[in-house]
């Protein structure tokens, strides 16, 4: 693996602490797919790479796993968490419960500028069918939408849920050019109601709408 590539893809190391640095750089990797589940993170290989010493590598390393990025095994080190299918409708029906209930709260709070500000996501999705932009503007979407709940730990939690969920939904739903159409149209239809108000008819739709996305898992996960 060329851990030099995908740090050369991560923010400028300036401003961060060595374990920080490594943390993101190992952290990017999996969550776009390049560190795939069930592949072994050797330390002396990362330190080498990275120009790091063991320290900070382990330590990322153990951050990793609080995420449930990582699995580290005693005596046999440390490779990129594979889950299950079970584990990852798991972390959808989380995210619907954590998301509606933020919904629920954010939009009595929403004003015409976090709909124009949804509207333009909107736009931009219809104009890019690439999946890493389409992955980027559906998670910008989503964080807009239940910003005005100002919950920091429940968007905390969301970035976890996301960060483990989309290298598993990466090939299906966002390259996909008809389960594309699909989410925008229901985005659209959310947007709509959150603008109307209607609190209920916002969380129907968004419950229905990640759960949707939940069907589409790939089969080969077991």
């Given at each position: 693996?060329?851990?030099?590539a995908?740090?050369?893809?991560?923010?400028?190391?300036?401003g961060f602490?060595?374990?920080?640095?490594?943390?993101?750089?190992?952290?990017?990797g999996?969550?776009?797919?390049?560190l795939?589940?069930?592949?072994?993170?050797?330390?002396?290989?990362?330190s080498?790479?990275?120009?790091?010493?063991?320290?900070?590598?382990?330590?990322?390393l153990?951050?990793?796993?609080?995420?449930?990025?990582?699995?580290?095994?005693?005596?046999r080190?440390?490779?990129?968490?594979?889950?299950?299918?079970?584990?990852?409708?798991?972390?959808?029906?989380?995210?619907?419960?954590?998301?509606?209930?933020m919904?629920a709260?954010?939009?009595?709070?929403?004003?015409?500028?976090?709909f124009a500000?949804?509207?333009?996501i909107?736009a931009?999705q219809?104009?890019?069918?690439?999946?890493?932009?389409?992955?980027?503007?559906n998670?910008?979407f989503?964080?807009?939408?239940?910003?005005?709940?100002?919950?920091?730990i429940?968007?905390?939690m969301?970035?976890?849920?996301?960060?483990?969920i989309?290298?598993?939904?990466?090939?299906?739903?966002?390259?996909d050019?008809a389960?594309?159409?699909?989410?925008?149209v229901?985005?659209?239809?959310?947007?709509?109601?959150?603008?109307?108000?209607d609190?209920?008819?916002?969380?129907?739709?968004?419950?229905?709408?990640?759960?949707d996305?939940a069907?589409?898992?790939?089969?080969?996960?077991?």
């Amino acid at each position: 693996m060329d851990y030099k590539a995908l740090a050369a893809n991560v923010e400028n190391r300036e401003g961060f602490g060595t374990q920080e640095w490594v943390y993101r750089v190992l952290r990017a990797g999996i969550v776009n797919g390049a560190l795939p589940g069930g592949m072994q993170l050797k330390q002396d290989e990362i330190s080498a790479a990275l120009n790091v010493s063991h320290i900070p590598v382990r330590e990322a390393l153990r951050q990793l796993e609080a995420q449930q990025l990582v699995t580290i095994h005693a005596n046999r080190g440390a490779t990129v968490t594979e889950l299950s299918r079970e584990i990852l409708i798991n972390f959808m029906q989380v995210r619907a419960a954590i998301s509606t209930a933020m919904l629920a709260i954010a939009v009595p709070h929403m004003a015409d500028e976090d709909f124009a500000a949804l509207e333009a996501i909107l736009a931009e999705q219809r104009k890019t069918s690439d999946t890493m932009p389409t992955e980027s503007l559906n998670i910008r979407f989503h964080e807009l939408l239940t910003a005005k709940a100002n919950n920091p730990i429940a968007d905390m939690m969301m970035e976890l849920i996301q960060a483990n969920i989309n290298r598993y939904l990466r090939t299906g739903f966002y390259s996909d050019a008809a389960d594309r159409e699909h989410s925008i149209v229901e985005h659209e239809r959310i947007l709509e109601a959150c603008k109307a108000g209607d609190v209920d008819l916002a969380v129907k739709l968004l419950q229905s709408h990640i759960m949707d996305a939940a069907a589409l898992i790939p089969e080969t996960v077991q």
